[in-house]
């Protein structure tokens, strides 16, 4: 609105975070919507109390998910409820925004120790999403 440009809502990608203990976060399409409109996707996920950055605050409790297009590889959507899961799931929401290939950010190297690093960790362990249309 400040350089010219029209806002518009349509083309925002959906995302919120809840200050709660532990914080959550979410962008994009949950799996359940995916798993509703039978899209081909893929699903990685983390527990907490496998990440080092969890390990070393004590704060262990929650998971991270993302959601990929078995077909073009986009970033569907991401939730993590986790230590800086509001925080964290802005990684993803950028990803989102450039449309680029999970791919791209699989090969991006993590600033450790942060609960962001383990993103990529998850995109080389992604699996058919049960439920969901595997094409």
């Known amino acids: 609105m400040f350089d010219g440009?029209?806002?518009r809502l349509t083309g925002r990608i959906p995302?919120?975070?809840?200050y709660i203990d532990p914080p959550s976060g979410q962008v994009g399409t949950t799996d359940t919507e995916v798993q509703k409109n039978r899209r081909p996707a893929l699903v990685g996920k983390r527990a907490m109390e496998n990440l080092s950055r969890a390990v070393e605050k004590g704060e262990t409790e929650g998971f991270m998910q993302i959601l990929v297009n078995a077909e073009t590889k986009e970033i569907l959507g991401a939730s993590f409820l986790e230590t800086r899961?509001?925080?964290a799931i802005d990684c993803v929401r950028g990803a989102m925004y450039?449309?680029?290939?999970?791919?791209?950010r699989r090969r991006a190297t993590p600033i450790h120790p942060t609960v962001a690093e383990f993103i990529p960790t998850m995109l080389d362990d992604l699996v058919t999403l049960p439920g969901g249309d595997a094409g």
Do not use: Q, R, V
């Not at 450039?98 to 791209?104: F, V």
């Open 15 to 18: 995302a919120y975070a809840l």
């Open 98 to 104: 450039a449309e680029a290939p999970c791919t791209l």
């Open 5 to 7: 440009e029209a806002s």
């Open 85 to 87: 899961g509001d925080e």
